[in-house]
């Protein structure tokens, strides 16, 4: 059975400081790698994905993988307050498949 | 641009009652979509999913079911609903021609069962 592990949290950071968000798959076969950000009631936000090597880069936020340890990470820079939220990471397998989510890591950022 | 719009936002229902859920898209054509289930505790989990009318895969044996009637409505149901089955119920669509197949969310429905 597929399996995405994160910290739940919290994890407190603060405000101007970076983030540092990790998250672990267990099917070598993933294909392509999700960062969602949910605040308290709502639901899901695409923040960005990655499915190749190395590291990825869209504005304060920086996707990293490294499947040959089956390790995705998010880093924020200069943290906001509104950065804080619930963070989860998901998996593909590829196709048309939903996604393997993990349980969130929950974000705080202190003013 | 590309809208999912879900309803109803809220539901509070007695256990053994029937459940309609309804997931629509538009902006877009012939769209994957996906119900997923976040209960508390629990993470996300996929439910159904979609490529096509009248396409329907099954990731987890219960007692919901889906169906898609046209091809930007996806509709999730139950005949009788259990306690368990309270939680926040999440459509989602891709794009079919895309590689990746990043998914985008509805707003939800928060379900309670009593």
């Known amino acids: 059975q597929k399996e995405v592990e994160q910290n739940s949290g919290p994890l407190s950071v603060p405000e101007g400081a970076i983030a540092s968000l990790n998250c672990t798959y267990s099917?070598?076969?993933?294909?392509?790698f999700f960062w969602y950000r949910q605040y308290s009631g709502k639901s899901p936000e695409l923040i960005m994905f990655?499915?190749?090597?190395g590291d990825k880069e869209d504005g304060r936020f920086t996707a990293q993988l490294n499947k040959a340890s089956q390790y995705v990470s998010l880093l924020i820079r200069d943290s906001q307050p509104s950065d804080s939220a619930t963070y989860l990471c998901?998996?593909?397998?590829?196709?048309?498949?939903?996604?393997?989510f993990g349980k969130g890591t929950h974000l705080i950022i202190q003013p | 641009s590309q809208t999912i719009h879900q309803w109803p936002a809220t539901l509070v229902q007695p256990v053994g009652s029937p459940l309609s859920l309804e997931c629509t898209v538009e902006?877009?054509?012939?769209?994957?979509l996906y119900w997923y289930r976040q209960a508390a505790g629990r993470g996300l989990q996929l439910l159904f999913y979609?490529?096509?009318?009248?396409?329907i895969s099954s990731e987890v044996p219960q007692n919901l079911s889906a169906s898609r009637p046209q091809d930007r409505q996806f509709i999730l149901s139950s005949k009788k609903l259990l306690l368990s089955d309270s939680g926040f119920y999440l459509c989602?669509?891709?794009?079919?021609?895309?590689?990746?197949?990043?998914?985008?969310f509805g707003p939800g429905t928060r379900l309670t069962v009593l």
């Open positions: 099917d070598r076969g993933s294909q392509s």
């Open positions: 902006g877009t054509s012939n769209p994957n």
């Open positions: 998901a998996v593909s397998g590829g196709g048309a498949d939903g996604l393997t």
């Open positions: 979609s490529v096509g009318i009248g396409q």
């Open positions: 989602a669509w891709s794009v079919v021609a895309k590689a990746f197949n990043e998914q985008f």
């Open positions: 990655i499915y190749s090597n």
